[in-house]
Each structure stands twice: as C-alpha cells, then as structure tokens.
C-alpha cells in the first residue's frame, strides 16, 4: 500500500463500526494481497492475488463460501467452495479470458508447494474470479500467463496498493476508473471481536 489518499482522508466515515488498522482485508490475521500489473500501450490488465492465510492452504483449508448476487462470471472453483466449504489455494483475480491460463499457474504453484498433489492426496481446486476488461484492455492478445500469477503471489504483503492495479488495472465501473478496492471493520459478538475485511473488484455499468 503507496499511502494514496482513501476516502477517509476527506473526513467522509462510511458507516458506523470502527475501522481495523489497515482499513483493509489484511487487517483479518494472515490474508496478504499482492498485484502482477501490465501497462504496455493497448494491454492494461493484471492478477490480484488473495492469499488466505500464512500456513500450508492445501493442508489448513479455510471454510468458506460463494454467493452470486447479479452476474454471470466465468470463475473456477465455485462448485467445489458450494460442494466442500472450503478454499485450499490463493484466490485469484483477473480478466475474463485468463482464467484457464490463471487456475493453471494456481494448480502448478500448488503442485510445486506439495508433491502429493494428484498422487497421493488427490488433486487441488483452483480458485480463479475475473471481470471483463476488454473495455481498457485488449482483451484478445492474452496478455496473462503463468509468471503473473506468480508474480502476484509472490508480491502478496498486509499492504498493498489499490486503484489501478492487478486485475483492476484495466476496470472501469459506471464511466469512471474501476480498480481495487478494499477496507475492513471490527465487531463485538458476545463479548468476542472479530474483524471483517474486504477486497473488491469494481467493474459494473
């Protein structure tokens, strides 16, 4: 995170709980975020990678769970989060036509992490999420290969930048610049706090 200015540095406070440190989904114990960013004439795209805890996904899967609102995303791995309830990989952000080459890099990354993956322990569910951004980007040149994925994992930190890059690099939401966005709020439930964090990739209208 470059320290650009956020919407809280113009005295506007979005609702009512208290902000977590960051204001941000790192502020949740063990998520890092980290971007591979292509700016290059035509190509203005990139990857977002999530990363849902310090320790081994693939051994420690997180539980979790998938809801469409209003879309129709050509994501990977959203069966197995219904069917399992759980996310055992990096979640990955990009354009609409790198999933394949993404949820690729995702299962070589695993695999180099654990060599019992597709022999002795089965085989690993990738988690890939896009949105179209053939409006900025060219699309059609699929820019996106396996080292950005890589490179996205590999930059994953508590802070990171937001706006205009990874897989918001080439968004746009309403006529107006999408990108990535992310914040994060605390709360009380009997007596115990919890933090809530989240990252969105704004791409609407």
């Known amino acids: ?75 990977a791995g959203l069966i197995q989060i219904d069917e399992l309830g759980s996310i055992e990989t990096p979640i990955i952000l990009t354009n609409t036509f790198a999933v394949g080459a993404a949820s690729q890099a995702v299962i070589q990354y695993m695999m180099d992490d654990h060599p019992d993956i597709g022999r002795d322990a089965g085989t690993v569910n990738p988690v890939v999420c896009e949105c179209n951004d053939g409006f900025l980007n060219d699309i059609r040149a699929l820019s996106i290969d396996r080292k950005h994925v890589f490179e996205a ?46 990252l969105v990739l704004s791409n609407y209208g």
């Open 1 to 75: 995170m470059d320290f650009k200015k956020r919407i809280s540095d113009y005295g506007i406070s979005i609702g009512v709980l208290p902000r977590g440190e960051l204001n941000s989904i790192t502020d949740v114990a063990g998520v890092k975020v980290g971007h591979s960013t292509l700016a290059d004439g035509p190509v203005q795209t990139g990857v977002t990678a999530v990363i849902p805890h310090g320790g081994s996904m693939f051994s420690e899967k997180v539980p979790a769970a998938s809801y469409v609102i209003n879309g129709f995303g050509k994501s």
């Open 153 to 198: 994992i590999a930059a994953a930190s508590t802070r990171f930048d937001e706006g205009s890059v990874g897989a918001g690099r080439g968004m746009s939401c309403y006529q107006l610049k999408g990108g990535i966005g992310s914040a994060s709020r605390m709360i009380e439930v009997e007596g115990l706090s919890f933090t809530i964090g989240a």
